[in-house]
Every structure is written in C-alpha cells, then in structure tokens.
C-alpha cells in the first residue's frame, strides 16, 4: 500500500485528506456530542448535498460554471445552513430544536429537486454521496487543509470558552464569555468541514466520523481531554482502515470508515461491559 501511495498522486491527495479529517472531525465532533448537537451535522451534510447537485446542475447546464469544484458550492450552502440554523433557532428560541429538522428537510428536499433537474444521478455525484478513493484533487487537499489549520486553530484560541460553553452554558455567558458569537464560529466550523469531508467519507455519512469515535471514546476516557484524544486515535483508525480497506476491495471509503467506526465502538462497549462483569466476579 506504501508503495502504491508514493508512486500515485491521486492517493497522496486522498490519505492526506483523510489523515486531516481524521483529526478535526472528532475533534469538532466531541464538543458537537457534548453540547447534544450531534443532529446538526446531519442537517448540514443533506444541505451540502443540495450545494453539490446545484454545482453539478449549473456546470451541465451552463458554461461560466462548467469545469468549477462542486466543493466551493457545497460549502457555500453548508454555510448558509449554519446561519439559517443559528436564525432559526433565534426565532424558535422555546424550540430551538425545530431548527435542525427544518433544515435538515429543506436540505434534502432541495438537493433532490437539484438532482432531478440534472435528469438522476451520475458518477460523480455518486461519489460525493459515499465517498471516493480517486476523486480527490490537489485543490481539495489544499482547501480541506486550509480549513484544518482554522480549526485546530480555534480549538486552541477557544478551547476554554468552548469548554464551558459545552457544559455549562449559563456560566458561560455569566462570565462574560460572548457565548453568541463564539456558538456561531463553531457551528461555521462545523458547516466547514463537513463539506470538507464529503469527498472522503461522502455527504451521507460525514455526520457519522463525527459522532461514532466520541461515542466509542466516552466508554473509555477519565476527562474531557482524553475524550478528545482516544475520539481522533479512533478517528484516524477508521480512516487509515476504511481508506485500505475500500482500495484493495474497490469499495466506497465512505461505507467502510464508518463499518470500521462501527466495529470500534462495538468493541469498546464489549470491553467495557466485560470488564464490569469481571469486577463484579471478583468484588
């Protein structure tokens, strides 16, 4: 595999990739969990299918947009979900959980009628949906990397205010802490790397690299920091797996990340239930 990797550009491009969503996914994805939020990834990923389709759609129909990288129009639209989701919620502010199933419906509903302007599916919308070992270019490592810088970036500027904002809100904004303005940066993040990742793990999917190695982790972790390092060790082996695994057994790496992912946390809650029941043996 380490050969195939140095001698083929397009495979440097893809495991690069997904050495970086590896990390910021869960990284993003254990104050996502915390804060209960995890359905907003959700959301924004069926918005991003609706940027994608219309790229797809305009560059069929039109030549000004006809050769353009469906990923800047997908996160154009994963943006403007944010913002739609974070209005929303202001205006639904004793439901704020409507927002997400609202959006989540339009995104869908959007891209589908994108879709069938565009007469169906094709190739490479295909592997948007689950992801793809050759569809990875050097201007997506370069953008997905851009926004890996803004994210690790944040997390350690923040990491304080969006810690307390995780656990306690109230505190927070008690504080002094612009609890407003940092929520809306962190959603944006989100909204970012979710379409980020749709080519590695497909628009289907990303929202699961998000949530199953957090899930996995807190069956493990004693604090909030080691959560956040055994989610991107999890993280990281479900890419590098599903990644191998998709290329040897051409497979969409979308699907086997996330089985991998799956297969961890499995594992972890085994271990842990075993684990108890050995103490209770012994006790």
């Known amino acids: 595999m380490l050969a195939a990797i140095s001698?083929?550009?397009?495979?440097?491009?893809?495991?690069?990739t997904g050495l970086l969503i590896g990390l910021i996914a869960p990284l993003l994805g254990t104050f996502l969990v915390v804060r209960r939020l995890s359905l907003i990834a959700d959301?924004?990923?069926?918005?991003?299918?609706?940027g994608i389709?219309?790229?797809l759609l305009l560059?069929?129909?039109t030549l000004l947009f006809a050769g353009m990288?469906?990923?800047?129009?997908?996160?154009?639209?994963?943006?403007?979900?944010?913002?739609?989701?974070?209005?929303?919620?202001?205006?639904?502010?004793?439901?704020?959980?409507?927002?997400?199933?609202?959006?989540l419906s339009g995104g869908i509903g959007i891209g589908v009628v994108f879709i069938s302007l565009a007469d169906g599916f094709n190739t490479e919308l295909l592997n948007y949906l689950f992801g793809s070992v050759s569809a990875v270019s050097r201007t997506d490592l370069w953008v997905i990397s851009l926004v890996g810088a803004g994210v690790i970036a944040l997390v350690i500027i923040l990491y304080k205010e969006l810690f307390l904002l995780s656990f306690d809100e109230e505190h927070a904004k008690a504080s002094g802490i612009p609890s407003?303005?940092?929520?809306?940066?962190?959603?944006?993040m989100i909204a970012l790397v979710i379409a980020a990742s749709m080519r590695i793990v497909g628009i289907l999917?990303?929202?699961?690299?998000?949530?199953?190695?957090?899930?996995?982790?807190?069956?493990l972790a004693n604090g909030f920091k080691q959560?956040?390092?055994?989610?991107?060790?999890?993280?990281?082996?479900?890419?590098?797996?599903?990644?191998?695994?998709?290329?040897?057994?051409?497979?969409?790496?979308?699907?086997?990340?996330?089985?991998?992912?799956?297969?961890?946390?499995?594992?972890?809650?085994?271990?842990?239930?075993?684990?108890?029941?050995f103490r209770l043996k012994i006790s």
Request: hydrophobic content about 55%; cysteine-free; charged content about 10%.
């Open 69 to 103: 990288n469906p990923l800047f129009f997908g996160m154009g639209f994963s943006v403007a979900g944010a913002m739609a989701i974070e209005r929303l919620r202001t205006v639904y502010s004793h439901y704020q959980e409507l927002a997400i199933p609202i959006i």
């Open 7 to 16: 001698q083929y550009e397009f495979l440097q491009n893809t495991f690069l």
């Open 53 to 55: 389709a219309a790229s």
């Open 180 to 188: 407003r303005g940092i929520h809306l940066l962190f959603i944006l």
């Open 227 to 277: 959560t956040i390092l055994i989610a991107v060790i999890f993280g990281e082996m479900s890419v590098i797996g599903g990644l191998t695994g998709a290329y040897y057994l051409d497979l969409a790496p979308g699907g086997t990340i996330v089985v991998i992912s799956i297969a961890i946390l499995l594992a972890v809650i085994a271990y842990r239930h075993l684990k108890h029941k």
């Open 43 to 50: 959301a924004l990923s069926h918005v991003t299918l609706s």
């Open 59 to 61: 560059s069929k129909k």
């Open 205 to 219: 999917l990303v929202s699961a690299l998000m949530t199953l190695p957090v899930a996995a982790s807190m069956r």
